[in-house]
Nanobody, 122 residues
């Protein structure tokens, strides 16, 4: 059973930065990816960035490309998401996810963290 714990959310002004961290434990042998999703009130949960564990590939949604950066710290067993140049539209609950697939579709993800809130004021 994979356990995921997010940290690092908070409130910032537009243009500011935050760093989110996903602490993972209990990896199953077939875990292919760790992804960051977000969900704003009234909206669907969407993938924003994914780290693929086997080949270190990354994926970014168009809305965050060039502003967000995902990375893995093997020593700490974390996958971190650096958020820069934040916009009000980035305000959401951010969730860490793990699965054997591609971490792009929330409905397919079996393992979630509890979420961390990011609030950006304009």
């Amino acid at each position: 059973q994979v356990q995921l714990v997010e940290s690092g959310g908070g409130s910032v002004q537009a243009g500011g930065s935050l760093r989110l961290s996903c602490q993972a434990s209990g990896y199953i042998s077939g875990t292919n990816c760790i992804g960051w999703f977000r969900q704003a009130p009234g909206k669907e949960r969407e993938a924003v960035a994914v780290f693929y564990l086997r080949d270190n590939r990354t994926y970014y949604a168009d809305s965050v490309a060039g502003r967000f950066s995902i990375s893995r710290d093997i020593a700490k067993n974390t996958v971190d998401l650096q958020l820069k140049n934040l916009e009000a539209e980035d305000s959401a609950m951010y969730y860490c996810a793990a699965e054997r697939g591609n971490c792009l579709y929330a409905a397919r993800v079996p393992h979630w963290g509890q979420g961390t809130q990011v609030t950006v004021s304009s």
